[in-house]
């Protein structure tokens, strides 16, 4: 039996957050992992460590902002500060991550595309070990788990001493599939922007699914919406189209260089 606790741990007298590292952790794989890629796609090390300054703090504050946004309670100005409470949202780290990549290519004139190629990657690797942080912070659990046929681990966990769907659990495996899947593709698709689609793609499909049985979805203002699914939806479905508009503008591109090559031949 797999009981859940807010599991801390003191260090030197300072009590530090076992979910607070594990999210650490997967920042730290993550840069790594881009790293390792930059250098597959001609981006050094220091375009890597210069990008992380402005992606992170700005997926910190968009992760936050998504929570007290939507989250039901009234937050005051000073609590929304307090993130060692918890309160934290994956796709609003997402799209502050997103806004980071925007900023620092815009600032230092660097291809958006490529360079999102090299990040998509590293932030499903930390978001696949950052998910498993959630088992430590008792959050991201599914719906209650009733039959005790089904009350066992990794199918479903206790949390506060109620079986829950391990929906944590369910979305760290399918980052790290996806994950599978993007190393694979990064070799094979060397179109800018393609890689960045598939994880669109990827993550937004399997997150739609697994927030359907999520047990604290943050809701569309007082909507019966969980606003995690719809976006994942847009994602999937703007993965899709990125994906066909790369390929196809692409393709006409190529098409038209033959054409015209055909033509001075005739003339």
Request: contains cysteine; charged residues 15%; proline residues 2%.
């Amino acid at each position: 039996m797999l009981l859940h606790s807010r599991i801390t741990l003191d260090i030197f007298g300072l009590e530090i957050s076992v979910y607070g590292i594990m999210l650490a952790l997967g920042i730290l794989a993550g840069i790594l992992l881009a790293i390792w890629l930059g250098k597959k796609r001609n981006i050094t090390s220091d375009n890597i460590f210069t990008l992380a300054l402005y992606a992170i703090p700005l997926a910190i504050i968009g992760a936050r902002l998504y929570y007290v946004i939507f989250f039901e309670k009234t937050y005051t100005f000073w609590e929304i500060f307090e993130i060692w409470n918890g309160g934290l949202a994956v796709l609003g780290g997402v799209i502050g991550g997103a806004i980071g990549v925007a900023l620092y290519c815009l600032i230092h004139k660097k291809n958006f595309l490529k360079i999102a190629d090299v990040a998509a990657p590293a932030l499903i690797l930390g978001q696949a070990i950052g998910r498993i942080g959630c088992y430590f912070g008792g959050c991201c659990y599914g719906i209650e788990v009733t039959n005790p046929s089904l009350q066992w681990f990794p199918f479903s966990v206790q949390i506060d001493g109620v079986w829950h769907l391990s929906t944590f659990f369910y979305e760290s495996i399918w980052c790290f599939l996806g994950l599978a899947l993007l190393l694979f593709l990064f070799k094979k698709l060397q179109k800018p922007g393609a890689i960045m689609a598939c994880y669109f793609i990827i993550y937004g499909i399997g997150r739609c699914i697994i927030e359907t049985f999520r047990g604290d979805s943050l809701y569309l203002f007082e909507s019966v919406i969980k606003v995690s699914q719809a976006l994942s939806v847009i994602m999937a479905i703007a993965g899709i189209i990125i994906l066909i508009l790369i390929y196809t503008i692409n393709k006409n591109k190529k098409d038209g260089v033959n054409l015209n090559n055909e033509t001075n031949l005739n003339s």
